[in-house]
């Protein structure tokens, strides 16, 4: 199978490309300044048998990225809000909130929303999720560790199609004996890594500690919620960053959220993010949640939570923007649209300049490609055939529209197919 006549600005952007599929992998691409004469047009809604001819699509034009990558995200806690509410909007309500309903749980309706959220996500151009998974020590047993065995079934159901990454969530309270043979148990059930959230711990250097112990014990790479606070003295980062180096974990440990960050002034947060860089870590920004969840106590000037982008960006600090919570009491909205969140990402971090816009592409495919380890994953000669197609001709128009007419693909087929009405008619009584 051939597609042609598309742009992919994550790698260039003004040229054409011609990529030729064969058994599920990029076997030839060609570029050039003019479209060429393909079989024939792309449809949205390709029939089975359509998908299996040997023909070459045209594209017309359209933007084919490589498949995008939610490096944050929380399967377990999303569609929650309707047993979970949090009537204070507050990051403290929404915790206690969700670990009081996860209680009344089953493993069919955990899988069922994980697995609804995944799809939802596949259908908008994700096809790898890192899902943090709370793994909270204190409540009955069966719900310790439920979350994360439907997680890991999950990823097996899903393997044909999309990649699920399970980060299991360590407590952030200090361990004790019983807390650390659970997590022992859990930590050769086959996760991908550990993650937690060590700044809202009594003790969060000690809390960091473990966590370090652990991921170096089973060999793991760390991911953790970090400064999630509109306290400017909350700075857990810069222990995490020293602990790194000290562990010699440069470039396996990702931080999350960084809200502190923002509150910080100029000459203080510089000196973190120098030190984040040099611990080579690194940041995942979650602008839908923290835009939702921060800033309440503020009165007057409100302050928008999330962490400061551009200045990591200046830094050459990899960082991704990601979803976070869906439709729970963290964040009551989302879909897992990452266009959606890379659009927001612009509001927020004041990115809306054409070459902005190709950084916010990145930020939800190559960057966070890296930060989750798969370095490979792309539009390249010899990689998996991994991409979306979008009904987009210009990123000017992809941005402004967040078009929903999309087509995904992967493990040599088109996996989803979505089709919206892109076209718009006016009423020709109506006068102009």
């Known amino acids: 199978m051939r597609i042609m006549n598309v742009k992919i600005p994550t790698l260039d952007q003004g040229l054409y490309y011609d990529v030729t599929i064969e058994h599920d992998q990029i076997t030839k691409m060609d570029s050039y300044q003019q479209k060429k004469k393909a079989d024939r047009p792309f449809s949205f ?3 089975e048998h359509e998908q299996d001819d040997n023909v070459s699509w045209d594209a017309e034009g359209r933007i084919l990225l490589p498949g995008m990558v939610d490096a944050h995200m929380h399967l377990d806690k999303s569609h929650s809000l309707l047993v979970a509410e949090n009537k204070s909007g507050t990051l403290l309500e929404a915790i206690q909130s969700y670990t009081k309903a996860s209680e009344t749980f089953t493993d069919e309706n955990v899988l069922a929303r994980m697995r609804k959220t995944a799809l939802s996500a596949l259908a908008h151009g994700t096809t790898t999720i890192r899902t943090h998974i709370d793994f909270n020590t204190r409540v009955n047993e069966e719900t310790t560790f439920r979350g994360v065995r439907m997680a890991l079934e999950l990823k097996k159901e899903l393997a044909p199609i999309m990649d699920i990454q399970v980060f299991p969530m360590l407590p952030y309270y200090p361990y004790e004996e019983q807390d650390r043979k659970k997590i022992e148990t859990m930590l050769t059930f086959g996760v991908d890594g550990v993650g937690g959230a060590p700044h809202i711990s009594e003790c969060p250097l000690e809390c960091i500690d473990e966590i ?3 991921a170096r014990r089973f060999t793991l790479p ?21 602990k790194t180096i000290e562990a010699n974990y440069q470039g396996k440990v990702v931080v999350d ?11 203080k947060a510089e000196s973190v993010i120098a030190k984040m860089k040099e611990a080579e870590l690194g940041a995942i920004t979650l602008p839908a949640a923290n835009l939702y969840l921060q800033g309440r106590e503020d009165r007057g000037v409100v302050r928008r939570g999330i962490t400061r982008v551009r200045q990591l960006l200046e830094a050459n600090v990899p960082i991704a ?4 919570n869906v439709c729970d009491p963290f964040h009551p909205f989302g879909r897992g649209d990452l266009l959606q969140i890379a659009q927001l990402t612009g509001y927020t971090a004041h990115m809306g300049g054409k070459a902005d816009l190709y950084t916010l592409l990145q930020m ?3 960057v966070p490609a890296q930060l989750v380890g798969k370095q490979s994953k792309g539009i390249k000669v010899g990689e998996e055939a991994d991409f979306v197609l979008l009904n987009a001709t210009t990123i000017e128009g992809l941005f402004a529209e967040l078009t929903q007419t999309r087509a995904v693909y992967r493990a040599g087929r088109w996996v989803a197919m979505t089709n919206a009405v892109s076209e718009y008619s006016l009423n020709p009584t109506i006068k102009m």
């Open 321 to 324: 923007t990601a979803s976070d």
């Open 257 to 267: 959220h960084l809200c502190s960050l923002a509150a910080m002034d100029h000459e």
């Open 45 to 47: 809604l390709l029939s």
């Open 212 to 214: 370090f112990s652990y």
């Open 364 to 366: 939800i495919t190559d």
């Open 222 to 242: 760390i991911d953790l919620h970090t400064d999630e606070s509109d306290d400017p003295t909350v700075n857990t980062v810069m222990y995490i960053a020293e």
